[in-house]
C-alpha cells in the first residue's frame, strides 16, 4: 500500500484547511484510514480514524472541529480526507496519512507527511 498525502500549508487562527490521502496498491486489504500528527519536539497523536464501515473516533482536542471522510468508490484507490476548521496554533504539526489492513494484527502504512502552520 502506497499512501500520498497532500494539502497542508498555511492558515490564519479560525481558518481552514483540507488534507487528502489517496491510497494505491493492495488497498482491498485496508480496514481503517487515519490521520496522525506530530508536532515539534511531541509524539505523534492520533487525530482522526475511520474504518471501512464508517465508524469515526477522534482526538478530544479536535472533536467538534475537523471531520474525516472517505472515498471507497474507486477500487483501485481510497482516498480519506480531513476537514479541518477553526484552527488553533496548536494544530501546528506534521500530519500523517495511516492505513491499516483487515489482518490481526493489522499491518500499517504510512504516508510522507504534509506541513500544516496556523499562524497569524
Known amino acids: 500500500v502506497q499512501l500520498q498525502a497532500s494539502g497542508g500549508g498555511l492558515a490564519q487562527p479560525g481558518g481552514s484547511l483540507r488534507l487528502s490521502c489517496v491510497a494505491s496498491?493492495?488497498?482491498?486489504?485496508?480496514?481503517?484510514l487515519a490521520w496522525y500528527r506530530q508536532a515539534p519536539g511531541k509524539q505523534r497523536e492520533l487525530v482522526a480514524t475511520m474504518d471501512s464501515i464508517g465508524r469515526t473516533n477522534y482526538a478530544d482536542s479536535v472533536k467538534g472541529r475537523f471531520t474525516i471522510s472517505r472515498d471507497n468508490r474507486d477500487n483501485a484507490k481510497k482516498a480519506v480526507f480531513l476537514q479541518m476548521n477553526s484552527l488553533k496554533p496548536e494544530d501546528t504539526a506534521v500530519y500523517y496519512c495511516?492505513?491499516?489492513?483487515?489482518?490481526?494484527?493489522?499491518?500499517?502504512?504510512w504516508g510522507q507527511g504534509t506541513q500544516v502552520t496556523v499562524s497569524s
Open positions: 496498491g493492495s488497498t482491498y486489504s485496508i480496514n481503517a
Open positions: 495511516n492505513s491499516a489492513t483487515y489482518s490481526d494484527p493489522p499491518i500499517r502504512y
